[in-house]
């Protein structure tokens, strides 16, 4: 069971920056596949970006490629997603989730923290 904490969110003006974390418990991430996602108001929930721990190959949506940034810290077990020319339509609550990298299904999912972007 992989528990997962994301912090970092909160209230920024369109153009600006945020930086998400998100705390796994898992010791060895070497087999996960750690993703972001995002559910806006009245919408259902879209992938951001992922990155395998193992290698650290990358994958964003199209509508954030260019603006967001997936990364990892292997010595804190952590991965951030780094917001950047944010924007109004940003606002959602973002999501960290994880998954074996065998596995077709996000099993394990963080509590969520909201991100909210004003014009």
């Known amino acids: 069971q992989v528990q997962l904490v994301e912090s970092g969110g909160g209230l920024v003006q369109a153009g600006g920056s945020l930086r998400l974390s998100c705390l796994a418990s898992e010791r060895t991430l070497s087999n996960y596949i750690m993703g972001w996602f995002r559910q806006a108001p009245g919408k259902e929930r879209e992938f951001v970006a992922s990155i395998e721990w193992k290698n650290s190959i990358t994958y964003y949506s199209d509508a954030m490629k260019g603006r967001f940034t997936i990364s990892r810290d292997n010595a804190k077990n952590t991965v951030v997603l780094q917001m950047n020319s944010l924007k109004v339509e940003d606002t959602a609550v973002y999501y960290c989730?994880?998954?074996?990298?065998?596995?077709?299904?996000?099993?394990?999912w963080g509590q969520g923290t909201q991100v909210t972007v004003s014009s």
């Open positions: 989730a994880s998954r074996l990298t065998i596995s077709l299904n996000w099993d394990y």
